[in-house]
């Protein structure tokens, strides 16, 4: 073989070891992209899962208390709607007893928030139905 021949032989020889290590560090590469994004997409599906978590409702259903809170919601709505078209004591009774019922849903699920809420406008309600049932009295 002649000198360029050899040339040519170590430079055929210099690119298919250029294509190697070039095919292997884009290899490389690619592996680490694809694991950087594997990543990404276990914490992507993670927050997912937590915010579906903090979405699904976290009260009972079925139990004693979850039948009382739907009547207390209804009765609630009911004594507005009741006071609203000129009943008042029976929209006063039915706010009274909607408001007693979610004291006991407060008292059960253990949230003071909803108790004294409940109690402080089902007291309002009940001093003025008593107040006004007295002067119906006298």
């Not at 095919?23 to 694809?34: D, I, K, T, V, Y």
């Amino acid at each position: 073989m002649s000198g360029t021949d050899l040339e040519h032989l170590a430079d055929a020889t210099a690119q298919e070891q250029y294509k190697e290590v070039s095919s292997e560090s884009r290899a490389r590469n690619l592996a680490m992209e694809l694991s950087k994004e594997k990543k990404r997409l276990k914490q992507e599906l993670a927050e997912l899962q937590q915010e579906n978590e903090e979405l699904t409702p976290t009260t009972p259903t079925g139990t004693t208390d979850w039948y009382v809170k739907w009547v207390a919601t209804f009765l609630a709505v009911a004594g507005v709607f009741l006071i609203s078209a000129g009943f008042t004591q029976y929209g006063q009774l039915a706010y009274i007893f909607s408001s007693m019922c979610w004291v006991y849903v407060g008292m059960v699920w253990s949230d003071r928030a909803i108790m004294i809420g409940s109690s402080i406008s089902g007291t309002a309600v009940a001093m003025n139905f008593v107040t006004t049932m007295f002067e119906k009295i006298l």
